[in-house]
C-alpha cells in the first residue's frame, strides 16, 4: 500500500501547464530526489501535496483513500509536514520556540495558560537527541550553523507523527560538511518509517540518499528509476533534455 | 585536563554572565544609578523627598506608553501617533465628565476611544499592507485636530460632579504614599512583562520582528496580532492620558506633543530594536527613567532647558550605536 500516490495530476496556471499528467507513488520509509530545471514544475508538485496549490486535474490517494488537500493546515492533519526552502526560522528565538512556532506546549495556571518553557525545552532536547543533532534547545537560533538551523526546521516536522515529509533544497545554502549532517537527518527520518520527498539541484545528495529519482522537465515526468539502476550522468541528460525519456 | 562536563558548565556559566553584561538594559540600569549617585553628591536638591516624588511620578507617563511602544517595536513596527492619542483621550475623558457625566463614563468613553484609533491603525498596517510610519503619523495629525474639535480648543479644568475623584485618580498616593500614577505604572509593567514572556501573544510577537513571512509559513495569526498590538500602543496613551489629566487636574490640547520622541526614545534606550525581535518590559521603564534623570538632572545642574532634546537625541543614538556595536561582535 502506497503512502502517496498521484493519479495523472495536472496543474495550470492560466495558459501555463506547469505541471503535465504526472503519476507516481510513494512508499513508507522511501526517499524520492526529485529533480529538474529551474521551472520543471518541482515545486508546484511540491505545494499540491503540502497544500498549498489543487491541482487542476487528477487525483491524490493516501493509503489507497483519496484526499482533497484545501490548506497547509489540512495537509499537516494528514500527516503532510514540509521544509520549507528558507527554512522559516526565527533568528532572534531560541531553538525549541522555533521548532514549536505556531504549535506552543502550554499549561495552565489558574485562569491562565501560560508558555511550558520546561515541557518544550525538553522535548525539542528529546527531538534533536533522536536526530544526533548536536543543536541545544536554548540556543539563539542566530547563533547557529547552516546544518544546525536545518536540524531545527526538520525537527517541527517530528512534533506530530508524519507520514510524508517535503523537503525543498535542503541542502542548497550550506557548507559541505553541513550537507553531510543534513543528510544523516534524513536517512534518520527514513529510518523511523517517514517516507522523504527530496527536491534537489545537487546530484550527489540524492545519489546518497535517495532510493529512487524521479525527473521532471517542462512539467512532465521523464523518468521515474530506482538510483541502483541510473546513473548521474543519465539524470543530467534527463535533466537537460539531451535524453529524451527513460 | 577538564572533562567535557566542566567545560559545558564553565560554557554556560560564562554565557549567563556574558548575558546579563551584554545586556543593554543593564549597562542602561547602570547608568541610572550612576547618574543619581553622582546627582546625590552634586546637588543639594537631587536626592530630596520632593524630586524624587516628581521624578518618580514623571516617568510613569512616559513609561506607561512605552511598555505598549515596546511591544509595536518588537513586531517592527512604529507608533508616531502616541502623543496625539494622549491628547486626544485626554479629552474625550474631560469633555464627557464636563458634560456631567459620571467618571466611569468619561473613562468609558476614553478607553474606546484609544481602541477605536487603535484598530484603525493595527487594519491599516495589517490588512490595508500600509507602512507604520505613514499610518501612525497620519493619525498624529489627526488625533490632535480632533481633540481641538471636541474640546472647542479651550482649556477643560472642571470635570463636573466627579471632578474630585479624577483629581484622586490620577493626584493621590493610596498605596505607602506612593503617588498613584507610579502604583499604576508598576501594575501595567507586571502584566506587560507577563505577556512578553509567558504567553503565546508575547511569543508571536518576537517571532513576527524576528521574521514575519516565518511567522506566517508556520500558522502564526500575523494579521489579528498586529491589530491587537496597535490597539495595546493606543490603550497605554490612553491610559497614561486619563492618568494625565487626574494628576495635572487640566487639559490643554498641547499635551503630550512630542511625546513620541520621549517613548520611542524610552523603550530603545531600553533594548528595544527598531529592526524587531527584541525589547522587554523592564527595559521601557529603566529606558524612561534615565530620560527623565537627564531631563531632571539638567535642571538641577543649571544648563539651560533648551539643551534637553539636545541630549536625548545623543542617548537615542548611543542606545542604537551600542546595539550595532553589539551585533556586529555577535556576527564576527
Known sequence: ?246 | MTSPIDKAIDQKQQSWITGVLNGQTFWVFVAVLVACLFLSYATDSFATAKNLYNITRNITFVAIIALGMTMVIITGGIDLSVGSVLCLCSMVLGVTMHAGYSIEVGILASILSALAVGAFHGLMIAYVGLPPFVVTLASLSIARSLAMVASGNTVVFQFGPDHDKLLALGGGAWLFGIANPVLYMIVLALIAGFILRWTRFGRYLYAIGGNEHAATLTGVPVKPIKVAVYMISSLTAGIAGIVQTGWLGAITTNIGTGLELQVIAAAVIGGAALVGGAGTAIGALIGAALIEVIRNSLGLLGINAFWQGAFIGSAILLAVLFDRLRNLSQNK
Do not use: W
Open chain 1, 1 to 246: 500500500m502506497a503512502v502517496l500516490e498521484l493519479q495523472n495530476i495536472s496543474r495550470n496556471f492560466g495558459a501555463i501547464l506547469a505541471v503535465n499528467d504526472v503519476s507516481f507513488k510513494l512508499e513508507a520509509g522511501e526517499v524520492v530526489g526529485l529533480m529538474g530545471d529551474n521551472g520543471a514544475g518541482k515545486s508546484t508538485l511540491v505545494k499540491m501535496i503540502a497544500g498549498n496549490f489543487r491541482p487542476s486535474h487528477g487525483t491524490m490517494l493516501m493509503e489507497d483513500r483519496e484526499i482533497v488537500l484545501h490548506s497547509p493546515l489540512d495537509a499537516r492533519q494528514h500527516g503532510v509536514e514540509i521544509v520549507h526552502q528558507d527554512l522559516a526560522l526565527c533568528n532572534n528565538l531560541t531553538a525549541a520556540a522555533n521548532v514549536f512556532l505556531g504549535r506552543e506546549l502550554r499549561r495552565s495556571i489558574g485562569p491562565f495558560k501560560i508558555l511550558d518553557y520546561a515541557a518544550m525545552y525538553k522535548r525539542a532536547g528529546q527531538i534533536f537527541a533522536e536526530l544526533k543533532s548536536e543543536t541545544r534547545p536554548r540556543d539563539l537560533v542566530r547563533q547557529m550553523s547552516g546544518g544546525q538551523r536545518q536540524a531545527v526546521a526538520i525537527s517541527r516536522t517530528r512534533l506530530t507523527n508524519p507520514k510524508i515529509v517535503l523537503m525543498d533544497e535542503p541542502t542548497a545554502a550550506i557548507s559541505l560538511r553541513q550537507v553531510a549532517e543534513v543528510l544523516n537527518l534524513i536517512r534518520r527520518l527514513r529510518d523511523q518509517g517517514i517516507s522523504v520527498i527530496l527536491i534537489s539541484h545537487r546530484m550527489p545528495d540524492v545519489f546518497d540518499v535517495a532510493d529512487r529519482v524521479i525527473v521532471l522537465r517542462r512539467g512532465n515526468k521523464v523518468a521515474d528509476k530506482s538510483i541502483a539502476q541510473t546513473s548521474p550522468e543519465e539524470v543530467t541528460g534527463l535533466i537537460t533534455g539531451a535524453i529524451g525519456k527513460a
